[in-house]
C-alpha cells in the first residue's frame, strides 16, 4: 500500500519546487530578440539580480547551471598558474576549487571539515603568513549544501581585511541566494555566483554572477578569459553579447516571475520564513534524536544553515531505505548524503518556494517512516515542530 497519489514534493537541495506563477510566465510563445519588450527584461533582471546580491557591482546572467557559473566567475578573474586558497566546510567550495585546479591554478586547501564551518581566525591567520602574497583569490561557500553549514561571510571578509590581505573573496551563493541575507559590498565579496534554480525559484538553467569594481580590474588581466564566459565581451552594447548569443528567453521569463515573488513577498519575510521553517525542521531532528540513532551533521547549533539539514543515520541503519519509504509510500523525496555522508545521511531541503505544510508534511512522513522501519527515535518530533512554529506564527 502506498498513499504517494497526488503531487510530489521534492525535498531535495535543487532544483526545488518551482511555483505554479513561474511555469506559466515560461508557457508562451518565443519573442524577437531584437525587439524592445526583451531588452528591457534583460535590463531590469541584471538590475534585479545585483540587489538580491546587495550590490552596485555588475551582474551578469550565463546560460548555465552553478558549475557553469563557478567556471564563469574563475576564468574572469584568474590566470593559469596563480593560487587560490580555498576554505573547507564541506564538498561545495571543494568542488569549485577542483574546477580551477582543472584550468592549470594552483589550490591550497585550509582543512576545514564536514561537520564545522569556516573559522575565520584560520583564515586571517594562513593570509598573514603569505607575506609575499602569492594567493590571489579565497573561495567559499556561504551555504555548503552537503554538509548544511552555514558560514559567517562577513567574519571571513573582516579576517581578509584584518590580514591586510588583497586576495579577491570570491563566495558560492548557490545554496542561499534569495533564503537569507548576501550582502556582497558591505562584507567586502568582490565576486559571487549563484544559479536560478534553488532558492531563486527558477528553472535550472541560468548562472549568475556579481563582480564589484576590484574584480573588474583584475579581470582586464585575467589570462584565463574564453569567449564564452568573458566579462567584456558580456559588456558589449549590443543585446546579443549580454548572452554571448540566444538569450534563454523563457528561463528569463520564469526568472523574473520568480523574482517580482519574492519582491512581492518582501526578501525580509523571505528570509524569516525561510529560518522559521528550517528551525521547524531542526526542532522536529532534536527530538528524533534522542532515540540515538540520528542526529545532527552540524555539531554547532549556530552553525546549521536555514536552507538544508543534513541528518545522520548511525551504522547499521540505512537512510537510503528511509529515503525509499518516503518516495515510494508517500511521495517525498529527500535528499541523499554526498560526499564522506554518502550512505550515512539524508537530506532535507527547506529552501525557496516552501510553506509551513510543504516542511511539516515533509517532517510527519519523515517520522512516519522512522516508524515503519523501526528506527530508534524520540517520538514527537512533527508535533516539536507543530508547537514551535505555532508559537512563532501568531494568530
Ligand atoms: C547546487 C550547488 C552547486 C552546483 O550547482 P549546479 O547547478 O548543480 O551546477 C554549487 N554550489 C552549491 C553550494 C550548491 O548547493
Known amino acids: 500500500?502506498?498513499?504517494?497519489?497526488?503531487?510530489?514534493?521534492?525535498?531535495?537541495?535543487?532544483?526545488?519546487?518551482?511555483?505554479?506563477?513561474?511555469l506559466r510566465a515560461m508557457h508562451r510563445p518565443a519573442v524577437d530578440i531584437y525587439s524592445g519588450p526583451l531588452l528591457a527584461l534583460t535590463d531590469g533582471l541584471l538590475k534585479d539580480i545585483a540587489r538580491v546580491f546587495n550590490t552596485t557591482g555588475r551582474a551578469y546572467i550565463y546560460i548555465s547551471n552553478g558549475h557553469g557559473a563557478w567556471e564563469a566567475a574563475l576564468t574572469n578573474v584568474l590566470s593559469k598558474g596563480d593560487k587560490i586558497l580555498v576554505l573547507e566546510s564541506g564538498r561545495f567550495a571543494i568542488g569549485w576549487g577542483e574546477s580551477a585546479r582543472r584550468m592549470g591554478v594552483e589550490v591550497e586547501i585550509l582543512k576545514g571539515d564536514m561537520r564545522r564551518a569556516v573559522r575565520p581566525a584560520?583564515?586571517?591567520?594562513?593570509?598573514?603568513?603569505?607575506?609575499?602574497?602569492?594567493?590571489?583569490?579565497?573561495?567559499?561557500?556561504?551555504?555548503?549544501?552537503?554538509?548544511?553549514?552555514?558560514?559567517?561571510?562577513?567574519?571571513?571578509?573582516?579576517a581578509v581585511r584584518a590580514a591586510g590581505h588583497d586576495a579577491l573573496l570570491m563566495v558560492d551563493a548557490v545554496a542561499s541566494l534569495g533564503c537569507m541575507p548576501f550582502n556582497m559590498d558591505e562584507w567586502g565579496v568582490d565576486v559571487a555566483m549563484s544559479g536560478s534554480q534553488k532558492g531563486m525559484m527558477a528553472p535550472p538553467g541560468l548562472g549568475f554572477v556579481v563582480a564589484n569594481d576590484r574584480a573588474r580590474e583584475v579581470h582586464k588581466k585575467a589570462g584565463l578569459r574564453t569567449p564564452y564566459w568573458d566579462w567584456t565581451d558580456r559588456e558589449g552594447d549590443q543585446h546579443y553579447q549580454k548572452y554571448a548569443g540566444t538569450p534563454p528567453e523563457h528561463l528569463l521569463f520564469g526568472q523574473r516571475q520568480a523574482l517580482d515573488m519574492l519582491f512581492a513577498e518582501g526578501l525580509d519575510n523571505v528570509f524569516r520564513r525561510h529560518q522559521l521553517l528550517a528551525e521547524a525542521v531542526r526542532r522536529a531532528v532534536g527530538i528524533w534524536a534522542e532515540g540515538q540513532a540520528i542526529g545532527f551533521n552540524i555539531i554547532e547549533p549556530s552553525e546549521r544553515c536555514d536552507t538544508v539539514t543534513a541528518v545522520l543515520v548511525n551504522s547499521g541503519r540505512n537512510p537510503e531505505a528511509l529515503r525509499a519509504y518516503c518516495n515510494e509510500k508517500c511521495g517525498v523525496i529527500l535528499g541523499h548524503g554526498i560526499g564522506e555522508l554518502s550512505g550515512k545521511a539524508f537530506r532535507v531541503a527547506h529552501m525557496g518556494h516552501v510553506n509551513a505544510p510543504m516542511i511539516l508534511g515533509t517532517l510527519s512522513v519523515i517520522e512516519m517512516a522512522l516508524n515503519a522501519l523501526e528506527i530508534p527515535h524520540g517520538k514527537g518530533g512533527a508535533q516539536a515542530a507543530i508547537d514551535w512554529l505555532g508559537q512563532q506564527v501568531k494568530a
Open 122 to 158: 584560520e583564515v586571517e591567520a594562513r593570509l598573514k603568513a603569505d607575506k609575499g602574497k602569492t594567493i590571489k583569490a579565497i573561495l567559499v561557500a556561504q551555504v555548503d549544501t552537503a554538509s548544511g553549514v552555514v558560514n559567517d561571510i562577513a567574519a571571513i571578509g573582516q
Open 1 to 22: 500500500m502506498s498513499v504517494r497519489a497526488g503531487r510530489e514534493f521534492l525535498a531535495i537541495p535543487g532544483p526545488t519546487t518551482v511555483p505554479d506563477e513561474v
